[in-house]
């Protein structure tokens, strides 16, 4: 499965679980072992915890979940660099408890995700990926005045349900849409920052009864699982859009296309599935949801600063480079403070 790689065998090894970009992969060989993997590759449970038994560190994507089974034999495992914001495929605390840190990818993906989030909503609410399916198959035999008829963005209300870095981004763009922007959040805002943004706090429900277009922008975590069920659907009105640009398990995808299919709701974007890459197919059956493969951080620009951010990340975790010791986006910063509190009691004992 690796190729071969040439490199003193004394460093610290690190797995590289997916090919990324080769020329910033590279700066990981200036200080480890590096075992890539040649081609995508779905990677069982099993040849996950085979990859990490001997390494240091490694550097993965969403594709990899990895939790207490895939670390159990991995006794040099020190660090986890994510390429990705979200870190759901991660078991946090398994890997907390074993002292191995885990980094992710904020803020450098933000932009062009918002871009992505408002380009999906675009294309959901004027329907333009089934207007080109409509053209193609030859249907368009006659201009009509009631063809394809969509829901407006500019002066409908938007809701954003997860008010982080990259829901501030869709509260942006909307203001250039002259869109009343409601939005829910574990927490409210700063009111410097809705200002900002536009928008105003509002309860999930009101978020749901209200918006003409509801993105959902939030973490996932099992507390959300299926946030967006039968109940939360029916709230909305039958001629809004819902956007999923978050993770698919936040939705219940049935109780979706149920209410796609019988027009209780107008039209849904789904960057994000519950079991992807595989979608179901009572969302393939239907016209009025675009579907797209998860692809809203896929700027070549953006996914080079992902895969440059956690290269930083799993260099400085594992103690190398200029930031050694202090990875630039830790998502569990108590191991490297308790790693920290252990390297000076070791120094000061003399050891
Ligand atoms: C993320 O970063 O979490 C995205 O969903 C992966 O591109």
Not at 333 to 342: H, M, R
Request: aromatic share 6%.
């Amino acid at each position: 499965m690796f190729p071969a790689v040439s490199m003193a065998e004394s460093r610290p090894r690190v797995w590289v679980s997916q090919p990324l970009f080769d020329d910033i992969v590279g700066r990981l060989a200036a200080h480890f072992d590096v075992r890539s993997t040649g081609e995508v590759t779905e990677h069982s449970p099993q040849a996950i915890a085979d990859a990490l038994r001997e390494c240091a560190g490694a550097l993965i994507t969403l594709n990899e979940r990895i939790g207490a089974r895939e670390i159990a034999a991995a006794a040099s495992l020190r660090a986890i660099a994510n390429v990705g914001v979200g870190y759901n495929n991660l078991d946090v605390a398994a890997l907390t408890q074993a002292g191995i840190v885990a980094t992710n990818t904020p803020d450098v993906l933000t932009e062009t995700t918002a871009d992505f989030g408002f380009a999906l909503l675009m294309a959901t609410a004027r329907r333009v990926t089934e207007a080109e399916r409509w053209l193609r198959e030859g249907q368009w035999q006659q201009w009509s005045f009631s063809t394809l008829l969509g829901a407006d963005l500019h002066g409908s209300t938007l809701g954003i349900v997860g008010m982080g870095r990259i829901g501030q981004g869709i509260a942006r763009r909307a203001r250039g849409f002259d869109m009343r922007v409601l939005y829910h959040n574990r927490s409210r805002l700063p009111d410097a920052v809705e200002q900002e943004c536009g928008a105003r706090y509002a309860g999930f429900d009101e978020v749901f009864a209200q918006a003409d277009h509801v993105v959902l922008v939030l973490p996932y975590s099992p507390q959300v699982h299926h946030l967006v069920d039968a109940a939360a659907l029916a709230k909305m009105k039958p001629t809004a859009t819902l956007v999923n640009i978050a993770r698919g398990g936040i939705v219940d995808e049935i109780a979706l296309a149920d209410a796609l299919a019988n027009g209780r709701l107008a039209a849904a974007g789904l960057d994000v599935y519950e079991g992807e890459p595989a979608v179901r197919p009572e969302l393939l059956a239907l016209r009025n949801v675009v579907l797209t493969p998860h692809i809203a951080s896929a700027s070549l620009a953006t996914r080079r600063a992902m895969v440059s951010l956690a290269v930083d990340n799993l260099i400085a975790a594992l103690g190398e480079g200029p930031d050694a010791g202090n990875p630039p986006t830790p998502v569990n910063p108590d191991v490297l403070a308790a790693a920290t509190i252990k390297t000076i009691t070791a120094k000061r004992q003399g050891a």
